[in-house]
């Protein structure tokens, strides 16, 4: 898709500001997952299309991504693009499968070290994934400006265990047992998923993404000294590359969400992220403790919440942007997807609460630094 047009003006740029470190007039908001299973109209959309081919065809993807937006008029800051982590595995030559009612499967996964042959040596990801750039293009249009689009991908260790697993896995025995027993080709897979994971993150930017999200969905699968030696360096590497190929006039703020790895969080801020996203394992206490002012924070209520009721979600909502704040570096979220069965109109009152604290907390804070000069 080639379109030279010039994309519509920002109108709302909360998010960005937020993830650089300026001050904000409220808490920006945004949902992982937000275009998906729990909306009827995805679900319809899905009657019609399977996942990889709405993922594959711009158009889809487009109308799929506002789909939130547009029910969530003025409530949401960000849009996400529609794709997945798995078209990595694709892009290197392996099948991903996705199953109603199961999930990803890979028919043919990596087994032993020697199967690394069966990957393509090179990948075009120009070639691969344009069907991704040319759905961000196209979203980018579509928004007219309303939101900034954020791209994302799957981190180098959650992207290795799903092509060793086969699929989803409660233990990640046989993606472990390749850290443990063949570390050397280990590493040498991480490092070729690496390779893939930074030139299509600099594709996205250059197709229209405005911020980019990094998922290391299965983080927290590995202990801190393994997370150290199989995660973080190709976390690290990512962030660096990217914003080094894109130079200082091309970067966007870029997102690690870690999910699990509570005992990284110092780490992570300190590899070249403007965001560190989290899971509901942290308190925000803990979190700006740690993080001092380094990193914007991102999250982190625990989607099991949405299903709690009314008082429920206003009263974790309350929790969560009192203890973060809301002017200064944070972005409000869940601390992983919303799932499937969320009703519809539980996402809106979360959204609703957070801009209404949001607002509240923004007015207090203010008065207090007035009263304090």
């Given at each position: 898709m080639?379109?030279?047009k010039?994309f519509?003006?920002l109108?709302n740029?909360?998010?960005?500001?937020?993830a650089?470190?300026?001050?904000?007039e409220?808490?920006p908001?945004?949902?992982m997952?937000?275009?998906?299973?729990?909306?009827?109209?995805?679900r319809?959309e899905?009657?019609?299309?399977?996942?990889f081919?709405?993922?594959?065809t711009?158009e889809?993807a487009?109308?799929?991504?506002?789909?939130p937006?547009?029910?969530?008029?003025g409530l949401?800051d960000?849009?996400?693009?529609f794709?997945?982590?798995l078209v990595?595995?694709?892009a290197?030559?392996?099948t991903?499968?996705?199953i109603p009612?199961?999930?990803?499967?890979?028919?043919?996964p990596?087994?032993i070290?020697?199967?690394m042959?069966?990957?393509k040596?090179?990948?075009d990801?120009k070639?691969?994934?344009q069907y991704v750039?040319?759905a961000?293009?196209m979203?980018?249009?579509?928004?007219?400006g309303?939101?900034?689009?954020?791209?994302?991908?799957?981190?180098?260790?959650?992207?290795?265990?799903?092509?060793?697993e086969?699929g989803?896995s409660?233990t990640?025995?046989?993606?472990?047992e390749?850290?443990?027993?063949?570390?050397?080709q280990?590493?040498e897979?991480?490092g070729?998923?690496?390779?893939?994971?930074?030139d299509f993150?600099?594709?996205?930017v250059?197709?229209?993404?405005?911020?980019l999200?990094?998922?290391?969905s299965?983080?927290g699968e590995?202990g801190?000294h393994?997370?150290?030696?199989?995660?973080?360096?190709?976390l690290t590497?990512i962030a660096k590359?990217v914003k080094a190929?894109?130079?200082?006039?091309?970067a966007?703020?870029?997102?690690?969400f870690?999910?699990g790895?509570w005992?990284a969080l110092d780490k992570l801020?300190?590899?070249?992220?403007?965001?560190v996203?989290?899971d509901?394992t942290?308190t925000?206490?803990?979190?700006k403790?740690i993080?001092n002012?380094r990193v914007?924070?991102?999250?982190?209520?625990?989607?099991?919440?949405l299903?709690?009721?009314?008082?429920?979600i206003v009263?974790?909502?309350?929790r969560?942007v009192r203890g973060f704040?809301?002017t200064?570096?944070?972005?409000a979220?869940?601390g992983?997807g919303?799932l499937?069965?969320?009703?519809?109109?539980?996402m809106?009152l979360f959204?609703?609460?957070?801009?209404?604290?949001?607002?509240?907390?923004?007015?207090e804070?203010?008065?207090?630094?007035i009263a304090?000069k």
């Amino acid at each position: 898709m080639s379109d030279s047009k010039p994309f519509p003006p920002l109108k709302n740029d909360l998010i960005l500001r937020a993830a650089r470190g300026e001050k904000t007039e409220r808490a920006p908001v945004w949902v992982m997952r937000q275009a998906g299973r729990y909306l009827p109209e995805f679900r319809a959309e899905r009657v019609e299309n399977d996942f990889f081919k709405i993922c594959r065809t711009p158009e889809l993807a487009t109308k799929v991504t506002l789909q939130p937006i547009d029910r969530y008029d003025g409530l949401l800051d960000a849009s996400i693009i529609f794709s997945d982590i798995l078209v990595i595995p694709q892009a290197m030559g392996m099948t991903v499968e996705m199953i109603p009612g199961k999930g990803p499967h890979f028919p043919d996964p990596l087994v032993i070290p020697g199967d690394m042959a069966k990957l393509k040596e090179e990948v075009d990801v120009k070639k691969e994934l344009q069907y991704v750039f040319d759905a961000i293009t196209m979203t980018r249009h579509a928004l007219d400006g309303r939101v900034p689009l954020i791209g994302f991908v799957g981190a180098p260790w959650t992207l290795m265990a799903y092509m060793i697993e086969g699929g989803g896995s409660k233990t990640l025995s046989k993606a472990k047992e390749w850290i443990f027993k063949h570390p050397k080709q280990s590493h040498e897979l991480l490092g070729r998923i690496t390779d893939v994971c930074v030139d299509f993150l600099i594709g996205q930017v250059r197709a229209g993404a405005q911020m980019l999200q990094v998922f290391e969905s299965w983080g927290g699968e590995l202990g801190p000294h393994d997370f150290e030696l199989f995660s973080l360096p190709y976390l690290t590497q990512i962030a660096k590359r990217v914003k080094a190929e894109l130079g200082p006039e091309e970067a966007v703020p870029m997102t690690v969400f870690a999910k699990g790895s509570w005992y990284a969080l110092d780490k992570l801020s300190a590899i070249g992220y403007e965001t560190v996203s989290l899971d509901w394992t942290h308190t925000p206490e803990s979190a700006k403790a740690i993080t001092n002012g380094r990193v914007t924070l991102q999250g982190n209520m625990d989607p099991n919440v949405l299903f709690g009721g009314d008082e429920a979600i206003v009263a974790t909502v309350e929790r969560m942007v009192r203890g973060f704040g809301s002017t200064g570096r944070y972005i409000a979220n869940l601390g992983h997807g919303i799932l499937p069965t969320v009703p519809v109109e539980a996402m809106e009152l979360f959204l609703k609460t957070v801009h209404r604290v949001g607002l509240e907390v923004a007015a207090e804070e203010k008065a207090a630094e007035i009263a304090s000069k």
